[in-house]
Structures are given as structure tokens and as C-alpha cells.
Nanobody
Framework: QVQLVESGGGLVQAGGSLRLSCTASRSIFSINTMGWYRQAPGKQRELVAAIIVVGSTRYADSVKGRFTISRDNAKNTVYLQMNSLKPEDTAVYYC?????????WGQGTQVTVSS
């Protein structure tokens, strides 16, 4: 069983920055995908950003140019740098990873952006 542990959420004013971290309990060198989803109250969970296979990245249109996903294989960690945060970025952010055909989720971390 793989565990994903998130950290870095919190409360920030609009225009501010946060960095989320997701550390896996196994090597991320061979991941298929690893990234972040978010879910706001009353809304469906949506993809925010992901690293796919050999290092290509994918971003939701709403965060392009503001968020950056990166990885540190030595630390089994994926980061989400979030800049120019907006109130509409408020949500619970979940780390997600796939190895082979199995999906894994973190417990979620709250990000709240005040106006």
C-alpha cells in the first residue's frame, strides 16, 4: 500500500503564494502520473496539475501561468507552487498518483484564499 502525505495548505490573502508538497512512501521514479486535484464545496473534484510519465506536465486552464508543478525524485516528493492566488482557488487539494493500474490519493489539505 502506498501512502501520499500532503502538506503546505493554509490561509492566504488574494495575490499571495503557497507551496504544497506531496511525499510518497515509495519511489516516484516509476510513476505513471502524479499531481494535484482540488474540490471546492458543492463542486466536483477537478485536475489542477499533473506530471505525466516522462516529465510532461498538464495544467487546468484556470491555473496556467500561476501554478507550477515539479518533482524531486530523491525525496519522493511532488510540489505545487501556487502564485497569484485567487479566492476561487479555495478548495481542498488532493495529491494523486498512479503506479501501473492502481490509483492512490492523499488525505487532502485545505487551501483558503481570502479576498
Amino acid at each position: 500500500q502506498v501512502q501520499l502525505v500532503e502538506s503546505g495548505g493554509g490561509l492566504v490573502q488574494a495575490g499571495g503564494s503557497l507551496r504544497l508538497s506531496c511525499t510518497a512512501s515509495r519511489s516516484i521514479f516509476s510513476i505513471n502520473t502524479m499531481g494535484w486535484y482540488r474540490q471546492a464545496p458543492g463542486k466536483q473534484r477537478e485536475l489542477v496539475a499533473a506530471i505525466i510519465v516522462v516529465g510532461s506536465t498538464r495544467y487546468a486552464d484556470s491555473v496556467k501561468g500561476r501554478f507550477t508543478i515539479s518533482r524531486d525524485n530523491a525525496k519522493n516528493t511532488v510540489y505545487l507552487q501556487m502564485n497569484s492566488l485567487k479566492p476561487e482557488d479555495t478548495a481542498v487539494y488532493y495529491c494523486h498518483a498512479t503506479w501501473g493500474t492502481r490509483d492512490y490519493w492523499g488525505q487532502g489539505t485545505q487551501v483558503t484564499v481570502s479576498s
